[in-house]
């Protein structure tokens, strides 16, 4: 619901104020690309909505999240168009078989098109946009100040939505999570902070075009990781999927460490 998304965030800032107070509030906020910052975290929220829209009016989950995973050709493409990024044969390959490895995992049905797929697919754009967005930050502003923007105006905008009921309501109906469900979402925003932060780091050092071929292994992971805590079923098409996707990761890794030698 939109109340996790805020307290997800929201416990990510927490974690992370100790090192903004480390290195300075004001130096880590120092910025002069705070519209940029803006319009980043914006987009990254339409996303999120789009997303959300395509759940609840019960568009498929498993068609939803193949959708989703042209997210990394959607932000490949724009680097090369945009940020004048090198479109070399191994990235090319790389990001098409990540493809082809999340659709084998998610064999979605196309017997009949459902109009509401252009939920799942803005949603994919809007968030390669955001990456672009990262991208284009990353050799302006510190990583730490490109995730501080991140939370400071995350955290009220999901207030916002959350408060409101994605915009549907006046009500202000607060909800405070129990005990149990306050240590998960405690935990969660640690993993957040973590990540947010390691994607932040990656694009101050390697292209968009190099990284996002990287953003499949979600799929395998998080099915992986269902299977271990949820038991989850995990047929021959995902060990097939994941093969290929990790094989093509590692090739373009071998050949982007190799170059750089």
């Given amino acids: 619901s939109s109340w996790i998304a805020f307290y997800q965030y929201l416990f990510a800032l927490l974690f992370m104020a100790p090192f903004f107070m480390k290195?300075?509030?004001?130096?880590?906020?120092?910025?002069?690309?705070?519209?940029t910052h803006f319009w980043r975290i914006l987009v990254a929220v339409i996303g999120i909505q789009f997303w959300v829209h395509a759940l609840a009016i019960q568009f498929p989950i498993g068609e939803g999240v193949a959708l989703l995973m042209t997210s990394p050709l959607f932000a490949s493409l724009g680097a090369f168009l945009f940020l004048r990024e090198r479109f070399t044969a191994v990235r090319v390959i790389a990001t098409i078989l990540g493809f082809i490895g999340a659709i084998i995992i998610l064999q979605p049905n196309?017997?009949?098109?459902?109009?509401?797929a252009i939920f799942p697919i803005l949603a994919a754009a809007f968030w390669a946009l955001h990456a672009l967005l990262m991208k284009h930050l990353s050799d302006k502003d510190h990583p730490l100040t490109m995730v501080s923007y991140l939370y400071i105006l995350m955290v009220p905008i999901n207030l916002s939505i959350?408060?409101?009921?994605?915009?549907t309501t006046l009500a202000m109906n607060v909800f405070v999570p129990d005990s149990e469900l306050l240590a998960t979402l405690l935990l969660l925003g640690f993993l957040?902070?973590?990540?947010?932060?390691?994607?932040?780091?990656?694009?101050?050092?390697?292209?968009?075009?190099?990284?996002?071929p990287f953003d499949y292994l979600k799929l395998p992971l998080n099915t992986f990781l269902g299977f271990i805590v949820f038991g989850w079923a995990v047929t021959s098409q995902f060990w097939i999927g994941a093969i290929i996707m990790v094989?093509?990761?590692?090739?373009?890794?071998?050949?982007?460490?190799?170059?750089?030698?």
């Avoid at 959350?162 to 915009?167: E, H, I």
Wanted: proline fraction near 0%.
């Fill in 23 to 35: 290195l300075g509030v004001k130096k880590i906020l120092y910025t002069h690309h705070f519209m």
């Fill in 110 to 116: 196309s017997n009949n098109f459902n109009t509401a």
């Fill in 162 to 167: 959350a408060l409101t009921d994605n915009f």
């Fill in 192 to 212: 957040t902070a973590i990540a947010q932060y390691a994607v932040a780091k990656a694009y101050s050092h390697a292209d968009v075009i190099f990284i996002q």
């Fill in 247 to 261: 094989s093509s990761l590692l090739a373009i890794s071998y050949v982007e460490i190799k170059k750089r030698k």
